[in-house]
């Protein structure tokens, strides 16, 4: 990351440039729809029920199922101040599942305005497995 200074009126303020990286051969990453009804439970209530998901799969890391927003009931997350970046997909914003108490905090996550690579997660969401109690995959 760069800094560069600002000037802003008498104020000098630090700007963060945040490094933006493409997927590649030495860091790929695919997004192709799943073939699976996904249905994600907590607390004994259906947050999601949808056979629209989309599969990201990075790297190394585990393939994660994005759910599209329509499909899941937004009314039982409420968004949280954490955030993160991922110089491949951009800014990531949080919602917990008040109804999972403390173990839903930041249980989900969004993409809401992803890099151009990534563009299909928009308006999708993941769930982490260990916040929530069920993550079924049939079919």
């Not at 249905?39 to 799969?57: C, F, H, K, N, P």
């Amino acid at each position: 990351m760069h800094r560069y200074p600002i000037s802003e009126g008498e104020r000098i303020v630090a700007v963060t440039e945040k490094p933006i990286r493409i997927p590649g051969p030495d860091h790929p990453i695919t997004v192709e729809p799943s073939a699976s009804r996904i249905v994600v439970s907590v607390a004994g209530r259906m947050i999601a029920d949808t056979q629209e998901a989309l599969i990201l799969r990075e790297a190394k890391y585990p393939a994660v199922q994005y759910i599209p927003r329509k499909d899941v009931d937004m009314s039982l997350l409420e968004r949280t101040q954490h955030a993160t970046y991922c110089p491949y997909k951009g800014e990531c914003a949080y919602y917990s599942i008040p109804i999972g108490g403390d173990k839903s905090v930041n249980a989900v996550w969004s993409y809401e305005a992803p890099y151009e690579s990534v563009s299909r997660i928009k308006n999708y969401v993941a769930f982490y497995p260990d916040r929530v109690d069920e993550i079924k995959v049939a079919g």
